[in-house]
T-cell receptor, first 113, second 118 residues
């Protein structure tokens, strides 16, 4: 079993929809949880990061972590065509060798006008 | 802003050729990483480097080697390219990111090199 599981989609929604992206993980040592966004033919870029359980909001984006269920989510409100990208959930335990990251496979999102 | 650059965006090579992929970062980061990204498999770690002349194998090092002679530059070498090494190659540089929860690790990625081996 891969340590980080993520539904690859693809996910296609109309502009203005609320999008929910999710990941599960198996390693209880994971403490830092990140979402990266990757546009087509570009490298991934950090979108949001959270520590332990709870919510974090940044504009239209909300990251949610439930460590008891080993489940993390990214919500996008009022989605825009410019949000069309692949979203990667990423985790770190900080106890591993110098901040190695563990990646989900990515969910491809398309927001159509 | 952190900038990570990769020497080529697109590269086409023949089976058996020696291939060099170059990565440069301008933020004096000690740690650098090479990944490959394939559809359905996501990002997989090939090699990483703690510091100059230091290197560690990732999950899929077979068929690859690396070189870190200068802090800002991390090179990935395919000693004898094969068709199964056709992929997108991504370089990343790591910074410790201070925030209210402590310090977490953020990796900054380059734009990627799409390598095709014929």
């Amino acid at each position: 079993q891969k340590e980080v599981e993520q539904d690859p989609g693809p996910l296609s929604v109309p502009e203005g929809a609320i999008v929910s992206l999710n990941c599960t993980y198996s390693n209880s040592a994971f403490q830092y949880f990140m979402w990266y966004r990757q546009y087509s033919r570009k490298g991934p870029e950090l979108l949001m990061y959270t520590y332990s359980s709870g919510n974090k909001e940044d504009g239209r984006f909300t990251a949610q972590v439930d460590k008891s269920s080993k489940y993390i989510s990214l919500f996008i409100r009022d989605s825009q065509p410019s949000d069309s990208a692949t979203y990667l959930c990423v985790m770190s335990d900080r106890g591993s060798t110098l901040g190695r990251l563990y990646f989900g496979r990515g969910t491809q999102l398309t927001v159509w006008p | 802003d952190v900038k990570v650059t990769q020497s080529s965006r697109y590269l086409v090579k023949r089976t058996g050729e020696k291939v060099f992929l170059e990565c440069v970062q301008d933020m004096d980061h000690e740690n650098m990483f090479w990944y490959r990204q394939d559809p359905g498999l996501g990002l997989r770690l090939i090699y990483f480097s703690y510091d100059v002349k230091m290197k560690e194998k990732g999950d899929i090092p077979e068929g690859y080697s690396v070189s870190r002679e200068k802090k800002e530059r991390f090179s990935l070498i395919l000693e004898s390219a094969s068709t199964n090494q056709t992929s997108m190659y991504l370089c990343a540089s790591r910074a410790g990111h201070r925030w209210e929860g402590g310090i977490t690790d953020t990796q900054y990625f380059g734009p990627g090199t799409r390598l095709t081996v014929l």
